[in-house]
């Protein structure tokens, strides 16, 4: 037989106290919280494409879907997805996922934080690493991205 007496004790104490990891899913659409930029941004797309399309309809019509392509995370929304195996996010056109065994690095901004998979900043950042806009979440996302860190991972 067991005794679990000491268990209970402990963890009454504090001194076995765990912090479980938060599981949490939520959306950002940048264009939504930052309108004035999306206005902008609308505007200087087509007026490209109009001063394009003057040589060329189809060659301005193919600009501005370039335009609005690179621009695709700012002005649709993102799906992103924390939980016990790693960070999904869902972008426009694209998904991309990290497990948490991946993630060597973290930085946190003011709205959004960036994942890594190097320990040490490298001019692969840009196209090894992953973008999480907090949205309207900051706190939570935060807790929940440091709930799940491994130990050893660069802050």
């Known amino acids: 037989m067991h ?15 765990t912090k479980e990891p938060v599981e949490m899913q939520w959306k950002v659409c940048p264009a939504k919280l930052h309108p004035k930029k999306a206005i902008w941004a609308s505007i200087f797309i087509v007026a490209v494409g109009f001063a394009i399309a003057s040589s060329g309809i189809l060659l301005g019509i193919a600009l501005v879907g370039v335009l609005v392509g690179t621009q695709a995370i700012f002005f649709f929304t993102t799906a992103y997805t924390i939980d016990e195996k790693g960070l999904v996010a869902k972008f426009p056109l694209r998904k991309k996922q990290y497990s948490w065994e991946q993630v060597r690095r973290v930085k946190f901004f003011k709205e959004a934080c960036f994942l890594f998979t190097r320990k040490k900043p490298s001019n ?15 706190e939570e996302v935060i807790a929940a991205i440091k709930s799940h860190l491994h130990e050893g991972t660069a802050i």
Do not use: P
């Not at 806009?133 to 900051?138: E, L, P, Q, V």
């Open 3 to 17: 005794d679990f007496s000491w268990g209970f004790i402990l963890l009454e104490c504090g001194a076995m106290e």
């Open 124 to 138: 692969m950042d840009g196209w090894t690493g992953i973008s999480v806009m907090y949205g309207d979440k900051r």
